[in-house]
């Protein structure tokens, strides 16, 4: 049972987040090869970086090449079927949003399976759940979404901690995990939806200066 | 006599590829210092991602420094060297062929060596061929080769193809990588000559909207 | 002895790398996680790739989890003092020099007690002291310091060389790690002062050429 939902939380994310690779190239035009490229390395983009950093090599998709033919599945799909015009932007960002959460959750479910400690777990659910998107719109050419004015990291961060916290407290893997999931996604959502974030820095008075290459010599203070 | 040809190849491959990040940063009229790092990341920089995935840790260059000694020679080379004008980037360009075709063979070459199914080898292939190119593109503020509109991952990609579909049916090393490469190369070349394609997505009417920030916050479709 | 200066530099170093990266998230105005990311991407970005490159995995942060939760505080306490108006982009760039300074050394000492060659050794310096920089650039959409025309690259090259050198001539580990990195931090302190570079390439005449994609199917010489 929870291998079954943890399973199916895992390819859910992975293929959303192909999906979502997938429209970026059909918004840049590219060749099937280049639907291929994008929905890979956003679909398997984070847990690649998590597991380098925790030590499970071979990465998860030389383990197990159905993930990456997914994700080529995926690229075929989009590219002979994504003519829903207009809206594609907005499915592409409430997809990312499944994506995020999904993968905030088993990422730090994968991390405290190595015997990492709880910070470490939660780090871990943040990097699987943005580091994707933020490839994706790199390659793509795209203003990274992890730098939206909408919370977005902060949802990661929430869905990673709510899932290690129960699991901590002896909850059950299923629950834990459904728990975190929707705690990132509604966060996201009601983000997305509202317009919600955090403060953010302010500049003040006198902070403004030239960023030239000759501001580099100057001697004095600006 | 095989692994001459293997070993030839690697290097050979190693050598273009940081010929190609030097010319790059003549482009950019970097300093000697400059020349090395991008000669560098463009050498080595498929092998490393290759290497990294597959858990073949410490990466090549880390046991054979060699490798990475070629690349600063290389780049001292061309800093006092590359005067010869005007065609320089379709000399890159050719030089970025072979590079690629090589390391479409020897990244799917190590790949089956450490054992893996041959879609991963494929997939080693593809991106031990592309992920320097890319490197380099992104350091030097290059428009990325691999998104250029000719045909240029689909050729690492028949080669990868080649070379492992031969070592599965018998045939040996050395005829299996010189007609592997052969494919890769001779594709690139015929897109590059004649403005080879893939058929590209096609945006339909409507599909145009407008990207900026606002959209995000639209309720209803736009 | 020796253990308390290569740990106190080691944290000073992460430190002042983190500072620099929240530094860069306030100049974008960011939010809270903003300045968490970009001061922990900074601060342990150059270390990461170090650990991945010689295979110490898991890298060092999953290890101690205090690296990554030092970064966290740096980025707090940063975004609600960081009022000094005017001079904190010559700021950062101090702090910058101080970090590559700690992180040429460092680098070049884990990747010595990893058993590489002296070659392998200073170019793990070089990367781990300058890696950081560059992935916070890119995240932050500032013109990477690593391209600046002041020495950069060559000042973390000198420090590290200097400490392989001195280590390698039996000299002990707390005065070789001083030296090495003095000798980093002063060439880069200098080339600021007085806007000190390398020799660049120089184009030629006759050497400039469009780079729009027309020329690449160029058949002649353009």
Redesign the interface.
Known sequence: MVSVIATSLDWGGLIVFAITGALV??R????????S?LAAATGIGGG?FRD????L???F??RQ?AY??VCVGVALAV?FT??I??????IL?WLDAIGMAVFAVTGAQIALA?G??P??AI?MGVATATFGGVIRDVLGGESPV?????IY??AA?LGACVYVFLISAGVAEAPAAIVGFGAAFLLRAAA??Y?W???????????A?D?S?K?????G??
């Open positions: 190239a059909s840049k035009q590219m060749d099937i090869v280049g639907f490229l690649t380098l950093a925790l030590g090599t071979p990465v998709w030389v090449p990456l033919l590219f994504a003519h015009p207009q809206s594609r932007y907005r960002l190595a990492v400690s910070t470490i780090a992890i730098l939206s004015h909408e990291v902060t961060l997305m939806r317009g974030s955090l403060p953010r820095y302010r500049p003040r008075p006198g902070r200066f960023l290459s501001d580099r010599h100057r001697g203070p600006g």
